[in-house]
């Protein structure tokens, strides 16, 4: 506990130093850029006369506090308004106007890459420096994220954050999205219970399994819990604003008592946060004074002190008893599963803009070009509004996803790929090439395609729906699978763009037909050092092509399902397994984390970002299905594995006919869909052993029509940096934005304190630094010989190199 600090920052706050219990109330407003409404429609209707008001208020109050979540809106808002920079500018400075975080948006951390993630900090911050504005917020805000990957201390810490807050987690009721039954909710096993059941606390320190560390509040009563201080009625949110002014002292009272009695029982300190700011709220007049009133008349006899300020005044309190909270591993997942896969047209969209963008970074590198740099940096900032958690997600209506994010993604792509084309252009290099494999021995006849390689043998039928049916370790005979496999399985799902039909009550999720039940011909190709496979499926008369490609120099199969699901369909594809285990391994952004088979719905469908991975114990066979983009993956009893591969959610529905206020939108998924993943059997051994985050990250660049974006990224990486040891994941490789030189991050799940050494290809370095991901430097690096030494300070490392071309003097 440091004493001295909590009294300073109390003086500063305005705390009396004999207060016992100090409510926090802190004001923004939860600002989606599209998802109802286009991002211009949010804007005028709302945003820009909310950031008025506030403006407003903050300069008639010096003491009031008003934050702002992310800085899309307010980017808007300062190109808009260029009367109101100098005050807008002097309030951010001054630290009135609070920063939440620095990203553009607040974005979903399960359906979005680890790069894109951490660029949106950097976009961010960067406007901010470029419009003299000083602030570098050292919290970041999820307060409407549904779930966040459990490694999101270590994606904070590799962008320079210490503080966070969240809202939506596994096992949490939230209004208007549920039956309000009690039974349903905090089961046993969930964040909701571990916090509020076991801990007893809503502050906590949150550590994840490479040891990435933030101190977190959570938002159990929602992040709208205040917003009633001064009103009457039920609610004043946008979409259903229940609610007239009633500043009388004998409701404000009322309502601070209120969220005094909600919160204090999780309390493990003096201080309670209490949120205001539900989607689009407008600022409460005179906030400050209404508090004063409080003071004056009720802290004498109830010896609680309310105020205003910011969340990161709240958790700055909080720090200083640091010791009395508890550390937590958390994973708050499941929350929802139905966005793990919806609208999976627009989430390819969004992965292969950011692929492609990552690729032009590279090029510009190798051919020590700069000229791109702005360039770049407008598609940067146009990319990562897509990390938004009602854009990546699929959860915008049709209307907003068809006319505004597909469309603004496609614009993104083309200005990428006109990047890239202008920097080919610059370069003498030729593509790279490398000596084909032979071909895989193969046979087919009596409508079965027979494959053999070193690593597997297998049978793929044509009476199975061109199924893989067999499969063996060549010579033992050992089956590496237990019964039809890359079966598309159809499910009836009364699920939305949210949640699937077995997550609520009166919802559906049955299957309802596969690949295998009925016969498929099955044609092969020989294209260059690889065997195709390929088949066809119909399901509700939708016609789906299933491709297989074999190859001898890698033990992974590739697979590729082209079509669309059905309206209330969903399609995956399964693998009988035949592996018995209570546990799966998977990846999410900034991390690897091992979960349970099921946690409260039954199948579970897991969040992943490229590979999954069950196996027989400590030293038995295994299975791994790696994928060429996020996506969501369950294991049955019976040993099947299924990932999904295409959805068609509309409206989560129960019962037929029944839908919930807040979840309103509707989705069509309009045209035919490319699931790209493949699967790979391993020996004894984890995830590490078996090298799957690398050979994810190479496996889906192969057959060579496939050979472009991410192969392209592989070969860049090796020919401008090489690691040892060379297994470390290199994700991004760029002009500095912030400073000089080049940046490269590195990203080493579980590693942290793993000597890496890096050495730039035909570069002589001069010097090296660690920093963040927002490019503030951390600490200079030891180089020697042209090599650069570093510990893994987590699971992410940023490093800054300083270099000369050879031969340059």
């Given at each position: 506990?440091?004493?001295?600090?909590?009294?300073?920052?109390?003086?500063?706050?305005?705390?009396?130093?004999?207060?016992?219990?100090?409510?926090?109330?802190?004001?923004?407003?939860?600002?989606?850029?599209?998802?109802?409404?286009?991002?211009?429609?949010?804007?005028?209707?709302?945003?820009?006369?909310?950031?008025?008001?506030?403006?407003?208020?903050?300069?008639?109050?010096?003491?009031?506090?008003?934050?702002?979540?992310?800085?899309?809106?307010?980017?808007?808002?300062?190109?808009?308004?260029?009367?109101?920079?100098?005050?807008?500018?002097?309030?951010?400075?001054?630290?009135?106007?609070?920063?939440?975080?620095?990203?553009?948006?607040?974005?979903?951390?399960?359906?979005?890459?680890?790069?894109?993630?951490?660029?949106?900090?950097?976009?961010?911050?960067?406007?901010?420096?470029?419009?003299?504005?000083?602030?570098?917020?050292?919290?970041?805000?999820?307060?409407?994220?549904?779930?966040?990957?459990?490694?999101?201390?270590?994606?904070?810490?590799?962008?320079?954050?210490?503080?966070?807050?969240?809202?939506?987690?596994?096992?949490?009721?939230?209004?208007?999205?549920?039956?309000?039954?009690?039974?349903?909710?905090?089961?046993?096993?969930?964040?909701?219970?571990?916090?509020?059941?076991?801990?007893?606390?809503?502050?906590?320190?949150?550590?994840?399994?490479?040891?990435?560390?933030?101190?977190?509040?959570?938002?159990?009563?929602?992040?709208?819990?205040?917003?009633?201080?001064?009103?009457?009625?039920?609610?004043?949110?946008?979409?259903?604003?229940?609610?007239?002014?009633?500043?009388?002292?004998?409701?404000?009272?009322?309502?601070?008592?209120?969220?005094?009695?909600?919160?204090?029982?999780?309390?493990?300190?003096?201080?309670?946060?209490?949120?205001?700011?539900?989607?689009?709220?407008?600022?409460?007049?005179?906030?400050?004074?209404?508090?004063?009133?409080?003071?004056?008349?009720?802290?004498?006899?109830?010896?609680?002190?309310?105020?205003?300020?910011?969340?990161?005044?709240?958790?700055?309190?909080?720090?200083?008893?640091?010791?009395?909270?508890?550390?937590?591993?958390?994973?708050?997942?499941?929350?929802?599963?139905?966005?793990?896969?919806?609208?999976?047209?627009?989430?390819?969209?969004?992965?292969?803009?950011?692929d492609r963008l990552l690729l032009a970074e590279r090029l510009a590198v190798q051919v020590n070009d700069r000229t791109e740099q702005p360039a770049l940096e407008v598609a940067w900032a146009e990319a990562v509004v897509s990390n938004h958690h009602d854009f990546i997600t699929g959860t915008a209506n049709?209307?907003?996803?068809?006319?505004?994010?597909?469309?603004?993604?496609?614009?993104?792509?083309?200005?990428?790929?006109?990047?890239?084309?202008?920097?080919?252009?610059?370069?003498?290099?030729?593509?790279?090439?490398?000596?084909?494999?032979e071909l895989p021995e193969w046979t087919q006849r009596d409508g079965i395609v027979e494959v053999h390689t070193s690593c597997y043998s297998l049978e793929l039928a044509e009476e199975a729906g061109g199924c893989i049916v067999r499969a063996w370790e060549p010579g033992s005979r050992q089956p590496l699978?237990?019964?039809?496999?890359?079966?598309?399985?159809?499910?009836?799902?009364?699920?939305?763009?949210?949640?699937?039909?077995?997550?609520?009550?009166?919802?559906?999720?049955?299957?309802?037909?596969?690949?295998?039940?009925?016969?498929?011909?099955?044609?092969?190709?020989?294209?260059?050092?690889?065997?195709?496979?390929?088949?066809?499926?119909?399901?509700?008369?939708?016609?789906?092509?299933?491709?297989?490609?074999?190859?001898?120099?890698?033990?992974?199969?590739?697979?590729?399902?082209?079509?669309?699901?059905?309206?209330?369909?969903?399609?995956?594809?399964?693998?009988?397994?035949?592996?018995?285990?209570?546990?799966?391994?998977?990846?999410?952004?900034?991390?690897?984390?091992?979960?349970?088979?099921?946690?409260?719905?039954?199948?579970?469908?897991?969040?992943?970002?490229?590979?999954?991975?069950?196996?027989?114990?400590?030293?038995?066979?295994?299975?791994?299905?790696?994928?060429?983009?996020?996506?969501?993956?369950?294991?049955?009893?019976?040993?099947?594995?299924?990932?999904?591969?295409?959805?068609?959610?509309?409206?989560?529905?129960?019962?037929?006919?029944?839908?919930?206020?807040?979840?309103?939108?509707?989705?069509?998924?309009?045209?035919?869909?490319?699931?790209?993943?493949?699967?790979?059997?391993?020996?004894?051994?984890?995830?590490?052993?078996?090298?799957?985050?690398?050979?994810?990250?190479?496996?889906?660049?192969?057959?060579?029509?496939?050979?472009?974006?991410?192969?392209?990224?592989?070969?860049?990486?090796?020919?401008?940096?090489?690691?040892?040891?060379?297994?470390?994941?290199?994700?991004?490789?760029?002009?500095?934005?912030?400073?000089?030189?080049?940046?490269?991050?590195?990203?080493?799940?579980?590693?942290?304190?793993?000597?890496?050494?890096?050495?730039?290809?035909?570069?002589?370095?001069?010097?090296?630094?660690?920093?963040?991901?927002?490019?503030?430097?951390?600490?200079?690096?030891?180089?020697?010989?042209?090599?650069?030494?570093?510990?893994?300070?987590?699971?992410?490392?940023?490093?800054?190199?300083?270099?000369?071309?050879?031969?340059?003097?």
């Amino acid at each position: 506990m440091d004493s001295q600090l909590e009294q300073d920052l109390r003086h500063r706050l305005g705390i009396p130093a004999d207060a016992q219990h100090v409510l926090v109330l802190a004001e923004s407003s939860h600002w989606d850029p599209d998802w109802l409404f286009t991002s211009d429609e949010y804007y005028d209707r709302w945003v820009c006369r909310n950031l008025d008001l506030a403006l407003d208020e903050l300069i008639r109050d010096p003491r009031r506090v008003y934050s702002v979540e992310c800085l899309f809106f307010l980017r808007k808002y300062w190109d808009a308004h260029p009367g109101r920079q100098d005050a807008l500018r002097s309030l951010v400075n001054s630290r009135r106007l609070r920063l939440t975080s620095s990203s553009v948006t607040t974005a979903d951390t399960l359906t979005t890459s680890t790069e894109a993630i951490l660029r949106d900090f950097l976009v961010g911050q960067e406007w901010l420096r470029a419009n003299g504005m000083t602030q570098e917020p050292s919290l970041a805000y999820f307060p409407d994220s549904f779930g966040c990957s459990h490694a999101l201390p270590s994606l904070l810490n590799a962008a320079g954050f210490s503080q966070t807050a969240l809202t939506r987690v596994d096992g949490m009721l939230f209004v208007g999205c549920d039956w309000p039954l009690k039974s349903q909710f905090e089961w046993d096993g969930s964040s909701a219970a571990l916090l509020k059941k076991q801990d007893r606390t809503l502050d906590f320190v949150w550590r994840d399994n490479s040891g990435g560390e933030v101190l977190c509040h959570w938002n159990a009563f929602t992040y709208g819990q205040g917003d009633m201080l001064a009103h009457s009625g039920v609610v004043r949110m946008y979409l259903y604003p229940l609610a007239v002014p009633n500043r009388s002292d004998w409701n404000v009272t009322r309502h601070i008592h209120q969220f005094v009695r909600q919160l204090q029982p999780y309390g493990r300190t003096p201080y309670l946060f209490c949120p205001i700011g539900f989607d689009f709220v407008s600022p409460i007049s005179d906030l400050v004074p209404l508090l004063d009133r409080y003071n004056q008349r009720h802290y004498p006899h109830t010896g609680i002190w309310v105020m205003n300020a910011g969340l990161d005044d709240y958790l700055a309190l909080v720090n200083c008893h640091r010791d009395r909270l508890p550390v937590v591993e958390l994973d708050p997942n499941p929350y929802w599963t139905g966005f793990y896969t919806s609208r999976p047209s627009l989430k390819k969209l969004a992965h292969e803009t950011v692929d492609r963008l990552l690729l032009a970074e590279r090029l510009a590198v190798q051919v020590n070009d700069r000229t791109e740099q702005p360039a770049l940096e407008v598609a940067w900032a146009e990319a990562v509004v897509s990390n938004h958690h009602d854009f990546i997600t699929g959860t915008a209506n049709d209307r907003v996803a068809e006319t505004e994010q597909i469309p603004w993604l496609k614009r993104t792509l083309e200005a990428a790929d006109a990047i890239i084309t202008r920097l080919d252009s610059r370069t003498s290099s030729r593509p790279h090439t490398c000596k084909l494999p032979e071909l895989p021995e193969w046979t087919q006849r009596d409508g079965i395609v027979e494959v053999h390689t070193s690593c597997y043998s297998l049978e793929l039928a044509e009476e199975a729906g061109g199924c893989i049916v067999r499969a063996w370790e060549p010579g033992s005979r050992q089956p590496l699978l237990n019964g039809p496999s890359n079966d598309l399985i159809n499910y009836q799902d009364s699920g939305g763009l949210w949640r699937m039909g077995h997550e609520f009550i009166g919802g559906t999720f049955r299957e309802v037909g596969r690949s295998s039940q009925g016969p498929a011909r099955l044609q092969v190709h020989c294209i260059e050092g690889c065997l195709e496979v390929e088949s066809a499926a119909e399901m509700d008369g939708c016609a789906f092509t299933c491709l297989l490609w074999f190859r001898s120099d890698t033990p992974v199969i590739r697979c590729q399902a082209r079509g669309r699901a059905a309206e209330r369909r969903t399609v995956t594809a399964r693998f009988d397994t035949g592996i018995v285990t209570h546990v799966m391994t998977m990846d999410e952004p900034g991390g690897v984390i091992i979960r349970p088979v099921e946690e409260k719905y039954v199948p579970t469908f897991w969040p992943m970002q490229s590979f999954v991975h069950v196996r027989e114990g400590e030293q038995g066979r295994g299975i791994a299905v790696l994928t060429g983009m996020p996506g969501a993956v369950a294991y049955r009893p019976d040993g099947s594995l299924e990932l999904i591969t295409h959805r068609n959610a509309l409206h989560e529905t129960a019962f037929g006919f029944v839908t919930f206020p807040g979840q309103p939108a509707i989705g069509h998924e309009r045209s035919d869909h490319t699931a790209d993943y493949g699967i790979v059997f391993t020996p004894a051994g984890n995830w590490l052993q078996n090298n799957l985050l690398q050979m994810a990250q190479c496996a889906m660049t192969y057959p060579p029509e496939h050979m472009t974006t991410r192969a392209r990224l592989q070969n860049l990486a090796v020919s401008i940096v090489e690691t040892d040891p060379p297994d470390i994941v290199i994700t991004t490789i760029k002009p500095a934005t912030r400073g000089e030189g080049i940046i490269v991050r590195l990203l080493a799940p579980g590693q942290t304190g793993l000597p890496v050494t890096l050495n730039c290809t035909n570069h002589n370095v001069t010097a090296a630094w660690l920093c963040d991901a927002r490019e503030r430097d951390i600490q200079s690096l030891d180089v020697h010989d042209n090599q650069i030494h570093l510990a893994m300070p987590g699971s992410i490392a940023t490093v800054r190199i300083h270099y000369r071309e050879v031969g340059q003097t």
